[in-house]
């Protein structure tokens, strides 16, 4: 089984191989073959390596293969060398799997975009650098990883960079992505100084031993990892990008701006749990970041009116919702909310592309409605999704792992009752948008006509996609029901478990109350925007500097151009021409004007130079006399 | 000897006034020539009758008589005068004549102010100075064989008319004054100057 | 004799100012030269009474050198004289300023 784990990231190579070489000559249904074929079987060989590991579970947790030895430079020896645990299996499953799916809507969706090929191509090395991160076995391969998905992330963003913003996008993506990348390498060079080593599995088992809980060292190393992760995981203070970033096909926004990139951090402080035990303080500033960016990306999405802007707050907030139950500990409810968020925010995704497709590029939910009757299986797949995202009770794979979450930021030891309150107010707003969004697009009265049915090729990955959002959930049942525990169990073979505190009220009273706060935000955004009321509401205007500050996502962008982008403009203004350089051509300049005023006494009149021999004459005999 | 010697002083001096007030290049020639012949008395005076000999052999005659060369050459008359008649007005001559007069008066001061003893003159005989020429100095005569050399082939050099290869920094100025180079075929101009001047 | 080659120095001095007043007021370079002519003179003057007063023949030899050197700037600059007569139809030093920066 070792042997297979070197074939996953490699089939999508040689699909970005392929494609980028030849990828011009190829026939479009070749290209599609080989985009979405290469990583079909990637999905496959997971899948295969996934039961051969449940089956049976390899000796030390993990599989490992040793490919061959990137560079040795004295102490430090990095290996091209993978590893699939418990964690990582979790992960390319979602990367593989859904990526499948998502490459399978692309063959359809993007047919007739003229760079087909060069589509599948980023598509592909995305998928493989991705899967390179999270199979890494040392943090220097995962950095490789992470720099190739921030890479593909900038060329599918800019993928029609035909028009300006797009590219705009593109670039705020990346550079934004880099504070964030600056911060976890140089916390890489700190582990390394530290630890003397950079494999994953060393500096789990030696940090314990070195580190003291809570020094400097380790909340410096852990808060520069965070910011590594926040960067590409678009928390609060670098979130602004991921908005942005939708300007690239809808495809993308589902396989990387929801499903797999922008959980990178997530994957990034779960793998590295084992340093961020030691320092409770990041921990703590982990759950506080999630906590704040879960409620000022919901509130944000509230006001949205573009449907993708929509679904990139939602998953800002919902990623928020990750960083939460991993900042309180409860590191298998992060990655059981990850696992059904890449399902149900893929299936949204996807259907909004289909929707917005289907009415020639509107992207304004208010320019849609009506579309329950036109389009019924996207609506029921979609119902599917935003069901899930507003953790309907029982009937949704986000509910187990929202309740969980929710349950966890009271009841860890880390946990308390502000982020307890946070949580449930996020799952309000969530509840609340999710039903303005489904009302507005589906229910009322037609404003744009579909110009065409959407193909069956996107209508499958829909349907698998809504099926697991429904039913992703049932592996998870919380400990007061059933106590079936496969994933969490799964899971825990690498992470630890979650502290809980001593003294616990009930979970059923917590999971009534988020039930009944879920319920009450579906049905207050169903008194605001059914029927004609929704028109009604969007255009109050008592509301509208609210609304203006929220759709612009808390002002954010004025924000940071006010405090870096305006102070660097002056420097760059105050220094345009170049103030060092101006004391050289000072130097210059005064001996230019120097020799301008001399070279007036050589004026060419024989007499003026013959007086000016008298006048030294008589200067050296004057002082002699005098002296 | 002292009597000779006020006198021929007093000469010289006033012969020199004369050349640098005369308007005419021929009058200031030939005061030029009395300077001379004074400065050779002088010289007499002081006991040194080879250099008066010399004084008078080249000074006024061989050089004066190049200066009148020069002078008929040129055809410096009337118009000359007449023009420095113009040129020299007050305002011309007032500053450096003040200048050079507290350059003298400065001189003469030093002159007579580090030592009172009385500086004896005697005769210096020709027959040391030869010895001491062909000695001593035997460089610096041959030296100065190759400085009259040196003159004689650059005056005979500079002196020759040839129009043509007037030098490129002059041409345009010689065009701006409407001098035509009439002895120059355009073929013989070289490349360089072509180019330049095109 | 009393005083005697202080009062020649004297005269060489005055000689040489005059010498130089011409060079200064002058324009006409042949004038000029001839004013230089005076000041070499006069040079030679100061050397030969020098040369007396220390009983020395070397006052005597630099007057020779001198005279050589006059023989020789006289020559070349009459020469150039011409020339610039000819390329310039004039004798003002005044106009003759294409060296000026």
């Known amino acids: 089984m070792n042997q297979l784990l070197a074939y996953i990231p490699a089939f999508p190579l040689i699909g970005f191989l392929i494609l980028s070489l030849f990828g011009r000559k190829l026939p479009k249904p070749v290209i599609a073959t080989i985009g979405a074929g290469t990583v079909c079987i990637a999905a496959i060989i997971t899948i295969v390596l996934g039961v051969s590991f449940l089956q049976t579970p390899p000796a030390g947790g993990a599989f490992h293969q040793l490919l061959w030895s990137w560079f040795k430079v004295g102490k430090l020896s990095i290996d091209i060398s993978l590893q699939v645990d418990a964690l990582t299996l979790v992960f390319i499953f979602i990367i593989t799997f859904v990526g499948a799916l998502i490459h399978i809507y692309s063959t359809f969706f993007m047919w007739h975009d003229g760079d087909y090929a060069r589509f599948f191509a980023s598509m592909n090395l995305f998928v493989c650098a991705m899967l390179l991160l999270v199979m890494a076995d040392n943090l220097v391969l995962l950095y490789l990883g992470w720099e190739g998905v921030g890479l593909c992330s900038y060329l599918l963003i800019g993928f029609w960079y035909e028009v300006p913003s797009n590219c705009r996008a593109a670039n705020k993506a990346f550079l934004i992505t880099r504070i964030g990348d600056t911060a976890l390498l140089i916390g890489l060079f700190l582990l390394f100084r530290e630890l003397g080593t950079l494999n994953i599995q060393g500096i789990l088992q030696q940090a314990p031993a070195h580190f003291t809980t809570g020094s400097a060292n380790i909340v410096l190393i852990t808060i520069l990892l965070m910011i590594g992760g926040m960067g590409k995981s678009a928390q609060m203070p670098l979130q602004t990008w991921l908005p942005d970033a939708m300007a690239g096909p809808s495809p993308v926004s589902a396989l990387i701006h929801a499903a797999t990139m922008v959980t990178a951090g997530v994957y990034l402080i779960a793998r590295m749990h084992g340093l961020f035990q030691l320092s409770p303080v990041t921990m703590t500033i982990v759950a506080i970041i999630g906590a704040c960016t879960l409620l000022v990306a919901g509130c944000s999405a509230l006001a949205q009116t573009d449907i993708k802007r929509i679904l990139a707050y939602s998953t800002i907030s919902q990623i928020g919702y990750m960083f939460l139950a991993l900042g309180v500990g409860a590191w298998s409810a992060a990655i059981f909310h990850f696992f059904t968020h890449a399902f149900f925010k893929a299936l949204l995704f996807l259907a909004a592309g289909v929707v917005i497709e289907a009415l020639h590029h509107e992207h304004n939910i208010f320019m849609m409605g009506g579309l329950r009757k036109r389009m019924p299986i996207v609506f029921v797949t979609f119902l599917a999704g935003a069901a899930a995202l507003s953790a309907l009770p029982l009937v949704s794979a986000g509910f187990f792992s929202k309740d969980a979450i929710l349950w966890y930021s009271w009841s860890a030891a880390n946990g308390n009752v502000f982020l307890w309150l946070m949580a449930l107010a996020g799952a309000f707003i969530t509840a609340l948008y999710s039903t303005r969004l489904m009302l507005v697009v589906f229910w009322g009265e037609p404003k744009t006509p579909v110009h065409e049915a959407p193909a069956q090729g996107m209508i499958i990955p829909l349907i698998v996609l809504a099926f697991f959002s429904v039913t992703a959930g049932f592996i998870e049942w919380p400990h007061n029901m059933m106590h079936l525990t496969l994933f969490s169990d799964h899971v825990q073979k690498v992470l630890p478990e979650t502290i809980m505190k001593a003294y616990l009220p009930s979970e059923w009273f917590f999971q009534a109350i988020a039930a009944l706060v879920t319920g009450a935000g579906i049905y207050l955004g169903y008194t605001m925007y059914y029927g004609k009321a929704g028109v009604r509401w969007q255009q109050s205007p008592g509301l509208a500097s609210t609304r203006e500050f929220l759709f612009s996502g808390w002002k954010f962008d004025q924000l940071y151009n006010f405090i870096f982008v305006k102070p660097f403009l002056f420097l760059t203004r105050i220094n345009k021409s170049d103030v060092i350089d101006r004391m050289y051509n000072g130097i210059a300049q005064g001996s230019l004007r120097l020799s301008n005023w001399f070279s007036v006494s050589q004026n060419g009149s024989l007499r003026l130079y013959i007086v000016g021999v008298l006048a030294g004459i008589l200067f050296i005999i004057t002082l002699q006399l005098l002296l | ?198 | 004799m009393t005083d005697s080659a202080h009062m020649v120095l004297m005269v060489a001095t005055v000689l040489f100012g005059l010498g130089l007043i011409g060079v200064l007021t002058r324009k006409n370079v042949v004038f000029m030269l001839i004013s230089v002519e005076i000041m070499l003179n006069a040079a030679g003057l100061a050397f030969v009474a020098a040369g007396s007063k220390w009983q020395q023949p070397d006052g005597q030899v630099m007057f020779l050198f001198i005279l050589a050197m006059a023989a020789a700037e006289v020559s070349v600059g009459l020469a150039l004289v011409l020339q610039i007569y000819h390329q310039h139809k004039t004798m003002d030093v005044e106009d003759l300023k294409e060296l000026r920066d």
């Open chain 2, 1 to 198: 000897m002292s009597t000779l010697f006020y006198i021929s002083s007093i000469v010289a001096v006033a012969s020199t006034v004369m050349v640098i007030t005369r308007y005419h290049p021929v009058h200031a020639l030939l005061y030029l020539a009395v300077s001379f012949l004074s400065v050779g008395m002088i010289f007499l005076s002081l006991g040194a009758p080879f250099v008066a000999a010399l004084e008078i052999i080249v000074y006024a005659g061989a050089i004066i008589v190049l200066f009148i060369f020069v002078v008929m050459m040129l055809n410096l008359g009337r118009e000359t005068a007449q023009q420095e008649k113009e040129w020299l007005q007050p305002k011309v001559w007032v500053v450096p004549s003040i200048l050079v007069l507290i350059l003298l008066v400065e001189m003469i001061i030093l002159l007579f102010s580090d030592n009172k003893d009385i500086m004896r003159i005697s005769v210096v005989d020709p027959r040391k100075v030869a010895l001491s020429l062909y000695g001593e100095y035997i460089i610096a005569v041959e030296l100065t064989g190759f400085l009259l050399m040196a003159g004689i082939v650059g005056a005979a050099h500079i002196g020759k008319h040839k129009r043509s290869s007037l030098h490129r920094f002059l041409q345009n100025g010689e065009n701006g004054n409407g001098k035509a180079h009439t002895g120059v075929p355009p073929e013989q101009v070289s490349n360089e100057q072509t180019v330049l001047h095109d």
